[in-house]
């Protein structure tokens, strides 16, 4: 079936498109809707046309597989124009989501109808560019500046309610979109029709906005640079006319089209929707995933029982004791009392997460869970006896996951029955917010074990990367090369504080060391510790000095800085320099994009060897991993492609 197909209802002409997953702009389209123009405008019996599509969805955009490559004929903008000047008027009928050159399509339309729950919106800014297609000059004209702004530089979609009352849909409906669609195209005709988008007026809300809005969003966009340049698209909408706004635009989309930034995020774009389905997982069953047990109910056991409820899973909450399982549910409930707070739950949805989660010190109360998570303390010998409760309580089918975060999985699970259900299962904190999940199988967990850990990711919305068994996995152990790069970097005289800042300047929220300080020195501390009491060699750290003359970070009013009480703005510390002048030598000055070279370099570097030793399936992984984990800055793409792409 060709991707656009045209069938008459009377005096209506409906014009389907095909173009699956997502119907995308490829050429193919673009062609089908620039043929479909002519053949209707050249038909006497059709008056009116509408434009649906088949599948999932709207048109979804211009095809991003296309964005590496020299642009095509016939160009989107053209198209766009051509469905405007169109004899007959055009309908957009909008299911799913309407977005980016998709939306384009349906501001080129004399009117826009969609359906309850359809989405519309211009998310070019996520991909590092843009709208390449208008959707900067005729949002303003059918919505105003205001909303065109926050819609453009934002790049988030909005429901088809909110875009009605915005005005940029025409109608909301509900039941038939097609019948609907062919009903208000005729009963359009029966009245004047509205002025095309190109052509309507759009009133300047003057200096003052341009201004303010300036400020709002550079301090939003944090290092991004479309969205700085998708304000400046909207201001000329506004403040041009539209033939001189419409090549502005263009130009600004396809200098950003090819720029760093936006070869980053698409990057991140198609690595993000390949990691739930890895092709290496095959067909392999699926298990039961209706009901799950946590175990602890500490930061991380608390965390992921949220989660579990956020997508609907019943919850049995097992701790070590009432005492410990009434803290437990207290800090569940904290975390859905804060989501009320910031307005991410009503106080009914927050009871609701609740209702659904049952307390218990008994092991029994899991007899019948499709999954357990173990979040217990980070002692062998606390998860190997946990995990031994489990086999004799839990079905033999039942997914055991430990969250260990440095434990080998293989000696948690040495000795358990039905080995095969185990897996590992990696959590960051916190548990609810954090995306990313490393999924970490041993060598007898079953496949169906592993496809159902990423089907248990899918469930939650997390991006979930699967991890050899190494110490500290994936993140942990590139965090802990990055650290001590850092630290390499101190110790030849750089400034702690040079650090951080280079560290911020490439895009990270924070730098290495004020991230200690926030976490505490002493989780890392013990971790080493722990190993050379296990007899590991492991070489005395900064850290350690520092952790040894009691500065474990904020908690204990200083780490790797100084800070006055009650405020968390690090101070350069005195008593730091004097802890560590015995181990600093004066070596080369660094500035702040070399520092940021190296430590980003030491970051590739450690991925390399973990690509190398099979920890890792694949440099996107990597980049997943510090991306959705780490805090690594999206549009630099992740440390494999930023350094791929330096060469
Ligand atoms: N181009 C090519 N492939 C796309 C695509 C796109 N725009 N969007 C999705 N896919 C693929 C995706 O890789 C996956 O492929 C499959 O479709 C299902 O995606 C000129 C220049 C539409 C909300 O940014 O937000 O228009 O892995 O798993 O969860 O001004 O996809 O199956 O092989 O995400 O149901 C602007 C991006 C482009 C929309 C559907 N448009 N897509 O979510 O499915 S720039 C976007 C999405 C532009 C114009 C500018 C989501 C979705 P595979 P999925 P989903
Ligand atoms: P925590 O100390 O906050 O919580 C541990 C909980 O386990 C406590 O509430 C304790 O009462 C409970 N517990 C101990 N023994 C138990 C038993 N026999 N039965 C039931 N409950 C028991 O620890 P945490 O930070 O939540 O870490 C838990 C696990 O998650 C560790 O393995 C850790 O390595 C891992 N992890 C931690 C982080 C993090 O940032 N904190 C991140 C990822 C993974």
């Known amino acids: 079936m060709s991707v656009v197909s045209i069938e008459r209802e009377g005096e209506v002409a409906v014009v389907t498109v095909d173009n699956p997953p997502v119907n995308a702009l490829g050429q193919a389209l673009r062609q089908g809707l620039w043929d479909a123009v002519a053949t209707l405008d050249a038909d006497p019996d059709v008056r009116a046309v509408v434009l649906i599509c088949a599948g999932r969805t709207f048109i979804a955009g211009a095809d991003v597989r296309e964005f590496g490559k020299p642009p095509v004929e016939p160009h989107l903008p053209d198209v766009v124009n051509r469905i405007e000047g169109a004899v007959k008027p055009w309908v957009a009928a909008i299911h799913g989501s309407a977005l980016g050159g998709g939306f384009e399509v349906a501001l080129g339309c004399r009117f826009r109808v969609a359906l309850d729950g359809a989405s519309v919106g211009l998310p070019e800014v996520g991909l590092g560019i843009v709208p390449g297609a208008s959707g900067t000059v005729r949002t303003p004209r059918v919505a105003g500046a205001a909303a065109a702004v926050d819609l453009v530089t934002t790049g988030k979609p909005v429901k088809a309610a909110k875009a009605q009352a915005m005005g940029l849909v025409d109608a909301v409906m509900t039941g038939d979109l097609r019948a609907g669609a062919v009903a208000f195209a005729r009963a359009a005709l029966g009245a004047p029709l509205p002025l095309p988008a190109s052509e309507r007026p759009v009133a300047d809300p003057g200096a003052d906005f341009w201004a303010e809005q300036q400020t709002a969003v550079a301090k939003r966009a944090k290092g991004e640079a479309a969205p700085l340049r998708a304000l400046a698209c909207v201001q000329k909408a506004v403040q041009a006319p539209f033939a001189e706004a419409l090549a502005f635009e263009r130009a600004t989309f396809l200098d950003l089209r090819g720029s760093d930034q936006a070869a980053a995020l698409r990057h991140v774009f198609f690595a993000e929707r390949a990691a739930p389905r890895p092709a290496h997982l095959g067909d392999a069953k699926l298990l039961a995933l209706r009901t799950a047990g946590v175990i602890g109910g500490g930061t991380m056991g608390a965390g992921i029982a949220a989660a579990l409820r956020d997508a609907g899973l019943p919850v049995v909450l097992i701790e070590r004791d009432a005492e410990a399982l009434a803290r437990g549910l207290a800090n569940l409930q904290a975390i859905f009392d804060g989501g009320v707070k910031r307005g991410k739950l009503t106080p009914e949805q927050a009871a609701a997460r609740m209702a659904g989660v049952s307390g218990s010190t008994d092991y029994a109360a899991l007899a019948d869970t499709d999954l357990v998570i173990e979040a217990v303390f980070e002692e062998i010998g ?262 791929a792409r330096k060469g």
């Not at 469930?459 to 001590?484: D, H, M, S, T």
């Not at 800042?501 to 002493?522: I, S, V, W, Y």
């Not at 101070?571 to 940021?596: F, H, K, M």
């Open 382 to 643: 606390v998860k190997r006896a946990v995990f031994a409760e489990l086999a004799r309580h839990c079905r033999a089918d039942a997914v055991l996951a430990t969250n260990t975060s440095y434990l080998d999985p293989r000696a948690i699970a040495e000795g358990l029955a039905n080995p095969g259900r185990f897996i590992g299962l990696h959590f960051f904190s916190p548990a609810n917010v954090m995306k990313l999940l490393e999924i970490v199988p041993t060598p007898e967990t079953a496949p169906e074990t592993l496809a159902t850990g990423f089907a248990l990711a899918r469930a939650l919305g997390k991006i979930p990367v699967q991890a050899g068994i190494c110490e500290g996995f994936i993140g942990n152990r590139i965090l802990k090369r990055y650290r001590a790069a850092a630290e390499a970097l101190v110790r030849q005289g750089v400034a702690i504080a040079e650090v951080d800042a280079a560290m911020r300047g490439f895009g990270f929220a924070m730098g290495p060391f004020e991230a200690q300080d926030l976490g505490g020195l002493d989780i890392a501390f013990l971790q080493r510790e722990g190993a050379r009491a296990a007899g590991q060699e492991v070489p005395e750290t900064l850290g350690d000095l520092l952790v040894r003359a009691g500065r474990k970070g904020q908690k204990t009013g200083g780490g790797w800085y100084d800070y006055a009480p009650g405020d968390r703005k690090p101070q350069a510390s005195a008593r730091v320099a004097e802890v560590l002048a015995a181990v600093i030598t004066a070596g080369p000055a660094l500035d702040r994009a070399a520092i940021a070279e190296r430590l980003v370099g030491e970051m590739a570097a450690e991925g390399e060897a973990i690509l190398a030793e099979g920890i890792a399936l694949s440099p996107s992984d990597i980049d997943l991993v510090e991306i959705h984990g780490y805090g690594f800055p999206r549009w630099r793409g992740g440390p494999m492609h930023y350094t």
